[in-house]
């Protein structure tokens, strides 16, 4: 991972950029981003080994959940930053000359103008990742809009679960009459109804998907940092659509200008 990591590094901050603002992206946009996933996987990996078997505790929970927050942030932004690097490098405009929205700014298939622009083998490999696009733009959003990524404490199998219920009631009676004995045999017994298992989702009720964490942060990892490399290649040959994008936006300007010496020429 870190062999990765540093591959991707040296190629990006070893280019001589001709826009400052694209070797800020690259040096303290992706540099930091990577370093920063890189430090989570290996903080999730140490805290829940894959394979951990028993039961995490609630700070453990917590403390591998941040650091998957945090991967998941970075991830998403990682592939703005490629993309702002891309833009400033290219001078890339909307077809009216315009600047491109930062919204508009990304890999992802909503930022037309953006994939448009790349070279015919990088739009089909983007293309071909639309599914993984949408996965990482789906926690991205649940995680800062709707409900956060968190690890499940425990699974229970279905036909468990009536019995998982009614030791529920039967530990807040026990509870209620300050019986403790009783309470924590009946937790025991129901906590044996449980398994511990390494996946993460956000919201049941969107009908979030269980993944198991550990290879999909690694593949998220190995796959950004494969973009970032794509990227960089890119770099090194322009592609014909953004030749033509100038093209056209000389065309814009050329109109602009004229229209506004007709309108003088009128005013005079």
């Known amino acids: 991972m870190a062999g990765k990591r ?3 590094l040296d190629a990006l901050l070893s280019r001589n950029y001709d826009v400052p603002r694209a070797k800020e992206f690259a040096a303290h946009g ?3 981003r990577l370093k920063t996933m890189s430090h989570c996987i290996e903080k999730v990996f140490a ?3 894959p394979e951990r078997e028993d039961h995490p505790s609630m700070e453990e929970l917590i403390d591998a959940v941040i650091h998957i927050q945090a991967f998941t942030f970075n991830a998403f932004a990682c592939l703005d930053n490629l993309a702002w690097i891309w833009v400033c490098e290219q001078k890339l405009t909307t077809d009216k000359g315009e600047e491109i929205p930062p919204t508009k700014i990304g890999l992802g298939r909503k930022c037309r103008i953006v994939r448009r622009s790349l070279p015919a083998d990088f739009q089909k490999h983007l293309k071909s990742l639309d599914g993984w696009f949408d996965h990482l733009e789906n926690f991205r959003h649940a995680l800062a809009h709707r409900i956060p990524l968190y690890i499940p404490p425990a699974a229970i199998r279905e036909q468990d679960v009536p019995k998982y219920e009614l030791l ?3 530990m807040a009676k026990a509870h209620r009459r300050r019986n403790y004995d009783r309470y924590e045999k009946l937790k025991a017994e129901q906590q044996a109804l449980t398994k511990y298992q ?3 989702m956000h919201s049941p009720e969107d009908n979030s998907k269980r993944i198991v964490f550990h ?3 690694l593949s998220d990892f190995g796959t950004v940092c ?4 794509r990227l960089n290649s890119a770099l090194d040959s322009e592609p014909k659509s953004t030749v033509e994008r100038k093209f056209w936006t000389g065309v814009f300007s050329l109109k602009k200008m004229l229209a ?3 309108s003088l020429f009128r005013r005079a």
């Open 260 to 262: 506004r010496a007709a």
């Open 6 to 8: 540093s591959e991707v």
């Open 47 to 49: 805290t829940l080994p």
């Open 215 to 217: 290879p999909q942060l």
């Open 30 to 32: 992706v540099s930091r």
């Open 168 to 170: 529920e009631k039967q």
């Open 226 to 229: 494969d973009l970032a490399q």
């Open 198 to 200: 390494p996946e993460m």
